[in-house]
């Protein structure tokens, strides 16, 4: 198995960031405006929007493969790292 890049990814158009890597490969990331320019109902429609996604797709994934998405990355034993760029490195 890869790990994560070795480079920590950099903030391209917004300020702060987080992205995740399997096998040393960014899978996604999602940018936010600062926090000092962030509303909590900003905060709040992320978090809807983000739960919402979360659910379909997982939703998705079990119609199509049977198995829980818990019960996938349980099976193939993928290396995952993250990245904030609050925190500057991967873990």
């Not at 079990?62 to 990355?73: C, L, N």
Request: glycine share 6%.
């Amino acid at each position: 198995m890869t790990g994560p890049p070795e480079d920590p990814p950099e903030a391209q158009r917004l300020e702060g960031f987080y992205e995740v890597a399997v096998d040393g490969r960014t899978i996604f990331r999602m940018e936010e405006i600062s926090e000092f320019k962030q509303s909590t109902v900003d905060d709040a429609v992320i978090a809807h929007v983000l739960s919402e996604g979360a659910g379909a797709l997982a939703e998705d994934i079990e119609e199509e493969h049977d198995k829980t998405p818990e019960e996938i990355i349980e099976a193939a034993e993928p290396e995952i790292a993250e990245f904030d760029s609050d925190v500057g490195e991967w873990e």
